[in-house]
């Protein structure tokens, strides 16, 4: 890969960090939430009772929050971040300040100020007070473009402007004594490689560093799914109702290892890692963030020890001079209703009621002048609508039949709620109720990333302005597309497995793309389902997700896995899609069931 190092920088870069704790201890690093609803509460105390951990992070942001705080900001100006955290914190203060009496204190860094960091650190302040806790906190703002003068790049009204930020204001807030940090929005990973800087003093021009420690971060910022949660192999995890929370264990020189709090349930091993390692990465040899440019391709995963696994082999070179942005813009409405229907020929039943549903408004609001539907979905869940199957063919006695439409008229949407309910004495027999009564409308929210400048963001902690080392970059590697195009595999065998017997994959999206990723069971199978398995191969099978969807696979030799970027998979993807798996964390479960053919016996391959 290419490699690139800038000159002169180190010795600045040496003198600006001339406050950090140079060390060449570990540090335990424990994440106890991976979105805005995760079991925070329990995560946090297990952690920081169990865990032995020096720092406790936690994710809340994704680009869906951004715009649910927007609309909170909106109504209640002080507001706009995660109320959660402090419901999560009060918990797990005697915890922390038990640490701190013993000499270990526990410091906290979070994103949950959301789009008001420092409107956060105040509540936070109060409540530490009220419970007696002496405790510096620090605020980490400039990420929030709204309200700055900068209008975007399009002609279009943005509900959110984010730019993801990096790890070394938090570092710098940890530098100068902070307990806690609250941010805004920054790429997860930095929840982590922001401690792992100021602890070890790395450079910031140290981009493999860099990279290992954003991999550690990366691993962790999901909580629980690298430790055992959505894992391939989910009947062998132990105890889902005491799940283990992940800890990474950091050494100076960057080695880490995974694993998770004593006497948990849960389960750390190749398997669960490397899932997590693919989980949404596009690729691998170009992973960006603010701080550094990362190649996983060579990355090796092994098991230590008991739900113990090594990770190292992570590159870096230097980041980009933007900043990414997440921004969000409001487009239309949606509303999702989901009805049970039940007796013979359950599926053909359901697609006829909401179908006959939606064809009454469509010519009612022709009629009127108001438009027609922009989009309409209907899957009869229960008889594989989301393995594409035509529910005409079905021959199931019960399904749920989820119907989501969109129209840029909120009214028309709320006319076709009170339609639905007309399919229990004027349809097809079987149909028994709504879930959850008639649906109500909400905003379509659509994703729009874009780069922004990082000399045009001025980054602020506890409202002091902050200068960092935004001058090491370099122009963003071109990586020529992998070819594509392969040649039929040869057998080798006459034996044919689902790939599940073979590997494990792990699905998730951003925006309308969604990653799926394979790792190899045994690294003798990485040439056999390197050949048997093409980005064509992976096109045909989910094909009837669209017309427009693209595929590109890429490999990752050192973990035996691959990943294949599908683009415009997702209908929208997130809330601005209609479908029953907006974020495609279906999609690897799915593609257990495709069929790899002319192998050997799987014993032969160390299964």
């Known amino acids: 890969m290419l490699r690139t190092r800038v000159p002169g920088i180190s010795r600045w870069v040496a003198r600006s960090l001339s406050v950090r704790h140079q060390s060449s201890d570990t540090v335990r690093i424990g994440c106890y939430s991976g979105f805005w609803g995760d079991s925070c509460t329990f995560a946090a105390k297990q952690l920081t009772s169990k865990g032995d951990i020096?720092?406790?992070?936690?994710?809340?942001l994704a680009e869906v929050t951004m715009s649910l705080l927007s609309r909170i900001k909106m109504k209640f100006p002080h507001l706009g971040f995660c109320p959660d955290f402090f419901m999560h914190l009060g918990p797990v203060g005697p915890n922390i300040m038990k640490s701190a009496a013993k000499g270990k204190k526990i410091r906290v860094v979070v994103n949950a100020g959301g789009l008001n960091p420092d409107g956060c650190a105040k509540r936070l302040n109060?409540?530490?007070?009220d419970l007696g806790m002496d405790l510096n906190v620090a605020s980490v703002s400039g990420d929030n473009l709204m309200g700055t003068g900068f209008q975007g790049p399009k002609d279009i009204k943005y509900n959110t402007m984010n730019c993801y930020l990096g790890a070394e204001p938090i570092a710098r807030a940890l530098d100068q004594g902070a307990d806690i940090v609250v941010t805004g929005r920054c790429v997860d990973s930095a929840l982590v490689l922001g401690p792992l800087i100021h602890k070890f003093g790395w450079s910031m021009d140290d981009f493999d560093k860099l990279a290992q420690g954003s991999l550690a971060g990366h691993l962790v910022e999901c909580g629980a799914q690298c430790t055992g949660g959505n894992f391939?192999?989910?009947?062998?995890?132990?105890?889902?109702?005491n799940i283990g929370f992940p800890i990474v264990e950091v050494g100076a020189d960057s080695t880490f290892t995974v694993t998770k709090p004593p006497k948990t349930g849960g389960l750390v091993n190749f398997g669960t890692v490397t899932e997590q390692m693919l989980y949404e990465i596009g690729d691998p040899r170009c992973y960006a963030l603010p701080d550094v440019i990362c190649d996983f391709t060579d990355v090796q995963v092994s098991e230590v020890g008991d739900n113990e696994v090594e990770v190292k082999g992570a590159r870096g070179i230097a980041p980009s001079p933007h900043y990414k942005v997440s921004a969000t813009t409001v487009d239309g409405y949606k509303a999702t209703t989901m009805a049970p229907m039940i007796g013979p020929r359950a599926a053909v039943k359901g697609q006829l009621n909401a179908s006959s549903t939606i064809e009454r408004c469509r010519k009612r609001f022709l009629e009127s002048g108001m438009g027609d539907f922009?989009?309409?979905?209907?899957?009869?869940?229960?008889?594989?609508s989301n393995y594409g199957k035509d529910p005409q063919t079905s021959d199931v006695k019960e399904v749920v039949v989820w119907t989501s439409v969109e129209h840029k008229k909120k009214e028309a949407l709320q006319e076709w709620a009170k339609e639905i309910a007309g399919a229990g004495t004027g349809g097809a027999p079987g149909f028994t109720t709504l879930v959850g009564g008639l649906p109500k409308p909400a905003p379509i929210i659509r994703y729009v990333p874009f780069m922004h400048p990082k000399s045009d963001v001025k980054i602020t902690i506890n409202g002091e302005e902050f200068e960092g080392t935004a001058g090491i970059s370099a122009d963003t590697p071109v990586f020529d597309v992998p070819d594509q195009v392969q040649p039929a595999p040869q057998p080798e065998g006459s034996h044919s497995y689902r790939l599940e017997e073979l590997a494990y994959t792990r699905s998730g999206d951003k925006g309308d793309t969604a990653n799926l990723g394979v790792i190899c069971r045994d690294p003798s199978l990485y040439s056999v389902i390197d050949e048997r398995i093409s980005a064509e191969e992976v096109r045909k099978y989910f094909s009837y997700l669209g017309p427009e969807?693209?595929?590109?696979?890429?490999?990752?030799?050192?973990?035996?896995?691959?990943?294949?970027?599908?683009?415009n998979a997702l209908g929208g993807g997130g809330i601005a899609s209609i479908r029953s798996d907006p974020q495609g964390k279906a999609i690897g479960q799915i593609f257990t069931d495709f069929l790899v053919e002319g192998v050997k016996d799987k014993s032969e391959y160390g299964l």
């Open 54 to 60: 020096d720092f406790l992070v936690g994710d809340y």
């Open 126 to 129: 109060e409540l530490l007070k």
């Open 232 to 241: 391939t192999d989910w009947h062998k995890v132990p105890d889902f109702s």
């Open 374 to 384: 922009g989009r309409v979905n209907i899957e009869c869940l229960g008889s594989e």
């Open 549 to 567: 969807l693209k595929v590109t696979k890429y490999t990752l030799p050192g973990s035996s896995s691959f990943n294949f970027l599908m683009e």
